[in-house]
């Protein structure tokens, strides 16, 4: 039967647009429809802006460290401009005519599936079918189960990275890349920052020894950190919001700030009318080529639940669009980054000690104190920090893990994700050279530390 279109592609986000521009490029007839903004949370009210604003306060501290500067002033509405600029006003004009102009429908509207076999959808107002249909429909954020939130002000991401002013008082739930970011964020620019978080530990995703160093920083930027608390009420009092915890205590504030962690959107997609199911976490499940089912539908990003990181999503839209354009690949989800945009950089890859022991693995740990073992903490800043933890497989003499948090971590850990997606043995980078004075030393300081040849205990 004769269809409108090869592909069409649900969600405008960067998973979205990745594969409609790669089907497009394999001569596709493509149909993307976004029911907000082409480019998606990402560039509007997630990446593009949290780096944006993170960026001056991250520069302010570095030259209030680097020997011989004064501490440069922050000039807020400047920022907010320019964080504006970043998120084109919140208007993708030009992006759809840019699409149009290559030969992609765009169709701006909610899409619901509505048939198979072809698939069809309908989105404003209109019928469209397809041989494949890509759902890339993102993420949400999760609201936690506190009673009176709905009678507050409540910002969500999007609310904390589109702010126009600087709040006095923030109340941060949860201690995630987030919480973490926006945390720090608001506590550079003069808002006093309480952090709840409900585990014991911040970034609970990572090794429990980087969660430590992070939130020495974060206390250290006068955050009050609240591990192992959650909010039980909200609720107004005159101009202030009182937030009652779990512990007795209470706090006052301006505004609560959500990051608390983000469910797949898959609301009014219409997943029933063609019997497909979310998962218990309400992702759609995916197959190694991110397929939903055999016959055309596919999904990547946020909404699958696989990693909620744009270069995921990016990563899997180039997955699904050579597979159909007759270029099968296998998504391998080993060794991507994972980098939280806090001063000094927060960056990992691969496993954490637990899961390195859960797997089997026969490992070593090293631990690096930066300023103790390499030149280039100390030519950066005058009070130099930085930590490099690696992980080592002694059978198979690789790099299995790596976290650290140190100055442009987020670019230098890139070494150890090819170093543990390539398998290159240890015995290379113990060979290695690195540049002087660099932060990438630190890899062979570190390597050097690693007992390869005695075998540690399983902890009990
Ligand atoms: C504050 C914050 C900061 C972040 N910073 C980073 C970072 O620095 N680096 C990083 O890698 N990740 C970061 N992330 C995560 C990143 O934003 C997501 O992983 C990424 O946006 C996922 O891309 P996606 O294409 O799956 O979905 P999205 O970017 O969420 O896009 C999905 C699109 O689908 C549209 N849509 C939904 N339903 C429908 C429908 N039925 N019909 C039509 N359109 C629909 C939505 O309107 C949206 O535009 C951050 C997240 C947050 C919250
Ligand atoms: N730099 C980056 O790449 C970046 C930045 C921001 C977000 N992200 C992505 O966005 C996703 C969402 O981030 P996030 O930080 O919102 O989620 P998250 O799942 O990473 O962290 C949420 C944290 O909130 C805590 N929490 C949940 N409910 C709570 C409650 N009621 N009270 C107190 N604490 C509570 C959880 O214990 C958890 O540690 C992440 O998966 C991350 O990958 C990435």
């Given amino acids: 039967m004769p269809t409108d279109f090869d592909a069409i592609v649900i969600g405008a986000g960067p998973g979205g647009e990745v594969a409609a521009s790669r089907l497009l490029g394999g001569g596709l007839r493509v149909a993307l429809v976004e029911r907000e903004l082409i480019g998606g949370e990402c560039a509007y009210w997630a990446c593009i802006p949290s780096k944006t604003l993170l960026r001056p306060p991250e520069a302010r501290a570095e030259a209030a460290g680097a020997a011989g500067l004064s501490t440069p002033e922050l000039d807020w509405p400047a920022l907010r401009d320019y964080r504006d600029y970043m998120i084109r006003h919140l208007d993708d004009a030009a992006q759809i005519d840019g699409y149009r102009k290559q030969g992609v429908t765009v169709v701006k509207g909610t899409a619901r599936l509505t048939g198979r076999g072809p698939w069809r959808i309908e989105a404003d107002g209109q019928q469209l079918s397809a041989e494949h249909v890509v759902i890339a429909t993102g993420s949400q954020p999760l609201r936690p189960p506190v009673d009176g939130l709905d009678q507050v002000e409540v910002w969500t991401n999007r609310e904390a990275t589109t702010l126009r002013e600087i709040p006095a008082r923030a109340v941060m739930i949860g201690g995630g890349a987030v919480g973490v970011e926006l945390g720090q964020f608001l506590a550079r620019m003069g808002t006093r920052v309480t952090l709840l978080q409900r585990s014991p530990r911040l970034l609970t995703r990572e090794e429990p020894r980087l969660s430590e160093l992070v939130a020495d920083r974060l206390r250290t930027d006068g955050i009050d950190l609240r591990l192992g608390r959650q909010a039980t009420t909200a609720r107004r009092d005159g101009a202030d919001t009182v937030v009652e915890l779990d512990d007795g205590s209470s706090v006052r504030t301006d505004v609560i700030v959500l990051g608390a ?67 099968p690949r296998r998504a391998d989800y080993t060794a991507i980054p994972r980098v939280v945009f806090a001063q000094p950089e927060i960056a990992a890859v691969g496993l954490t000690t637990a899961q390195a022991h859960e797997r089997g693995n026969n490992l070593a740990t090293s631990e690096l104190d930066l300023a103790d073992s390499i030149a280039r903490p100390w030519t950066y800043e005058t009070k130099p920090a930085g930590t490099l933890g690696l992980l080592a497989d002694r059978d198979r003499r690789v790099l299995v893990g ?14 150890a994700a090819l170093a543990i997606r390539a398998q290159i043995p240890i015995d290379t980078l113990l060979d290695g050279i690195a540049q002087f004075p660099t932060y990438s030393e630190a890899y062979l300081a570190a390597a050097e530390r690693l007992d390869l040849k005695t075998a540690t205990p399983l902890p009990q």
Wanted: aromatic share 6%.
């Fill in 261 to 327: 962690g983000r469910r797949p959107h898959t609301d009014g997609l219409g997943l029933d009318a063609v019997g497909i199911q979310t998962n218990h976490r309400g992702a759609l499940n995916i197959d190694e080529h991110c397929r939903v089912t055999s016959d055309g539908l596919w999904a990547l990003g946020d909404v699958t639940g696989t990693a909620l990181f744009t270069h995921v999503a990016m990563y899997q839209a180039r997955v699904v669009a050579d597979t159909i354009l007759g270029k």
């Fill in 402 to 415: 790596a976290w650290t948090t140190a100055p442009l971590a987020g670019e230098w850990i890139h070494q």
